[in-house]
């Protein structure tokens, strides 16, 4: 471009651009929603009843875990999340609160289910008088019932908004805690119980029941077993809740999982400071987290609240331009430091009234009357595309040179020019192009008519866009693969973008199989860099030792490049040669004889050695060279078609039996004739089972084999 276009260009189009990527920015950010509050936050909500969010600080030791690796950069690639590992247990307020309610726990509370236990035992006895084991059952159980009702259900009750707060005040989950409870406390006496019962059943002499219940039940045991339960008792775990997550990432379209990391709030709203995308991995028992170089900061959110902040504080001052949005992590850097400046940025703007310690994991907040500073974390599903997008569009906003220029120049081809249509040119070139033609093509994937069509078009050149659709299945990785595999070997760069990893995945690993199977060193890095990939193989496609490798290789190549021209030219001649073979022969087939073939088939199938033509290897199409042979050495030689026919079946019972004497002609003929042309005519062989046309013919004119000599014998056999 000149440099008075160049000018031209950016005074009437940057502004433009520039506006036109500013306005899908805000709308990707904020849905234009009134005050425009950014979309990113941290209230779970879910998303067609998907749950899309998990509050770390149910997960005390997950979330130290993964504040260690966020202060280290993330020097560890990938974390281990197994079942069981990471458990949420009653956190340590509540579990005082629930010491303090146990304890007041009174005899006058057991007198109560004592004395309703004994009425329950009398009545039960008198109903299954006769009946031991199900006196027996019905007792233990009712008398379960009778704890959780006197005891068990009043303590949750008055629990109830502690462990709303923990998930687990619903309808079943209330139920199933109050019997697990249960079950754990009557576990303490049920063998002294049982025989307390067996003993009242049989009317032992002297036995008490109501005393001997405050023998076995004590007040104090059962005070310890609640402590003991809830110490233990285990809210939920970490590998289900990512379960829940790893699953809705599948169901919700264009989703990623994220890492939020501190929390910024400004009343009901609440933003992620920091965030990183995360790939997850399902193993049978564990999940493995694999963590991208490259820290975001929520600008967005981040220059909202101090929006409203200073509205509300009648403030000017302004934390833009404070925060690059992308922290890249390239393992030389301090990390931590980098964090903590943050940080401290937003704690010295806000003026809050306590700082936040950086290192330590356990939830600190500081404030002031308008915001609030947080260590809080999730793990989150958000909108991949919309991210990557607005790394675009930043991109845009922040260049004054050959992006800006570049994405002009993509806007005005979709505004100004219309896209021109190659799909008839390409069908009448295709059409035009002969079988040899269609059937060789330079590719190192088998491609069907229509891939090869798509690169046909991609030759043209104004064709600039090629849109590929159809479902899932149908071919369109595989064309992606053939199309970047024709640029490489036409010595070009190819890049490869998609908003969905997955596609990304299925392409990288095409072309790596395709580049594997056809280069003999296997010991050799594929020249793939995956941007933004977890453990990318930049390091090793860049290493001194693999540079060196390709160097060598590509000098080996040069010197023999010629040869290795000519046998690529040689091959595809060759190619050509025999498909244009084939196609003649096969032109001069007439169907006719296969029409013969197949209407006498069944005539011939009763007998056993013939029921099998591929073990006999019957080949019509060797019959009929075999005749074609015979006529071009003497046009006078004249063959019999039908000898197939109705007439003969009775003598394939006789050929049957004299295959042996045949193989023994054979023999002879060759003795007695050494020319070549006659030997490589005779097609039978007895070892392999291929059946000889000369041999019907033997039968069907019923030569004495004993008395013929062989060359004037085919000569007068044959009118």
Request: with cysteine; hydrophobic share 35%; charged share 30%.
């Amino acid at each position: 471009m000149s440099k008075i276009t160049k000018e031209k260009f950016n005074q009437n189009d940057s502004l433009f651009v520039k506006e036109v990527a500013k306005y899908f920015m805000k709308f990707l950010e904020t849905d234009f929603k009134k005050r425009r509050i950014p979309k990113r936050n941290a209230i779970q909500k879910t998303q067609k009843g998907l749950k899309v969010g998990i509050d770390l600080e149910k997960y005390p030791k997950l979330k130290k875990t993964f504040f260690v690796l966020l202060n280290s950069g993330f020097k560890k690639e990938s974390l281990q999340i197994k079942k069981g590992e990471y458990v949420n247990n009653v956190p340590k307020n509540l579990f005082n609160l629930i010491e303090a309610r146990i304890k007041k726990l009174s005899k006058k509370d057991l007198d109560k289910i004592f004395y309703e236990i004994e009425n329950m035992v009398e009545e039960r006895k008198v109903l299954y008088l006769k009946e031991y084991d199900k006196f027996l059952e019905e007792t233990k159980e009712e008398t379960k019932n009778i704890f959780s009702r006197g005891m068990i259900i009043s303590l949750l009750d008055d629990l109830d908004k502690p462990l709303e707060n923990l998930d687990i005040a619903d309808e079943n989950s209330k139920f199933q805690l109050e019997t697990d409870i249960t079950d754990s406390i009557f576990a303490i006496f049920e063998d002294k119980y049982t025989e307390a019962l067996q003993h009242f059943f049989q009317g032992k002499k002297n036995f008490d029941l109501k005393n001997n219940f405050q023998e076995i039940i004590k007040l104090a045991e059962i005070k310890s077993n609640l402590i003991k339960f809830f110490e233990n008792f285990v809210i939920g775990d970490a590998f289900f809740d990512i379960y829940q997550l790893y699953r809705n990432n599948k169901l919700i379209d264009k989703t990623e999982i994220y890492l939020y990391f501190y929390e910024l709030s400004l009343g009901n709203e609440k933003f992620p400071v920091f965030y990183i995308p995360i790939t997850i991995i399902k193993k049978e028992d564990r999940f493995i987290f694999q963590f991208e170089k490259r820290v975001f900061i929520n600008t967005k959110a981040i220059d909202f609240v101090v929006q409203e902040f200073n509205l509300q504080t009648e403030k000017k001052s302004t934390l833009v331009g404070e925060f690059d949005r992308i922290l890249y992590i390239n393992g030389e850097d301090d990390f931590a430091s980098i964090l903590k400046t943050s940080i401290k940025k937003i704690e010295n703007f806000f003026e809050l009234n306590k700082n936040i310690n950086y290192q330590n994991s356990e939830f600190q907040k500081g404030m002031n009357l308008i915001t609030s500073f947080s260590n809080k974390s999730y793990l989150f599903l958000f909108d991949k595309s919309d991210e990557a997008l607005i790394n675009d569009y930043e991109e845009i906003l922040n260049d004054d040179g050959d992006i800006l220029e570049n994405f002009s120049s993509l806007l005005n081809g979709f505004i100004e020019d219309d896209p021109k249509s190659f799909i008839q040119k390409v069908d009448d070139d295709w059409y035009e192009k002969s079988i040899t033609g269609k059937l060789i093509f330079e590719s190192p994937i088998p491609l069907n008519d229509e891939q090869k069509q798509v690169l046909m078009a991609l030759q043209k050149p104004d064709c600039n866009f090629v849109i590929l659709e159809g479902p899932p299945g149908t071919g369109k990785s595989h064309t992606i693969t053939a199309i970047i595999c024709k640029a490489l070997l036409e010595k070009k760069s190819v890049l490869v973008l998609s908003d969905k990893k997955e596609a990304l995945d299925v392409v990288e690993e095409k072309i790596s199989n395709t580049l594997n199977n056809y280069r003999q060193d296997k010991d050799f890095q594929n020249p793939i860099l995956r941007l933004g990939k977890t453990g990318n193989k930049f390091y090793k496609i860049v290493e001194g030792r693999v540079i060196a490798k390709i160097k060598e290789y590509y000098n080996a190549y040069r010197y023999k490049e010629n040869e290795y021209d000519e046998l690529r030219k040689n091959s595809l001649r060759e190619l050509e040669k025999n498909i244009k073979e084939n196609i003649d022969y096969f032109e001069n087939i007439n169907i006719k004889d296969i029409e013969f073939y197949f209407q006498n088939l069944d005539k011939f199938s009763t007998i056993d050695w013939f029921n099998s033509p591929d073990e006999y290897g019957i080949d019509l199409l060797r019959i009929k060279k075999g005749i074609q042979k015979f006529s071009e050495h003497d046009d006078n030689l004249k063959i019999d078609r039908n000898l197939l026919n109705d007439t003969s079946y009775e003598l394939l019972n006789d050929y049957q039996n004299s295959l042996n004497i045949l193989s023994q002609s054979k023999t002879d003929f060759k003795e007695k004739n050494k020319n070549d042309y006659f030997n490589n005519i005779f097609l039978y062989n007895p070892n392999d089972g291929n059946i000889c046309l000369l041999h019907i013919f033997f039968f069907t004119n019923k030569v004495s084999l004993e008395k013929y000599d062989p060359m004037k014998f085919v000569l007068s056999l044959i009118k």
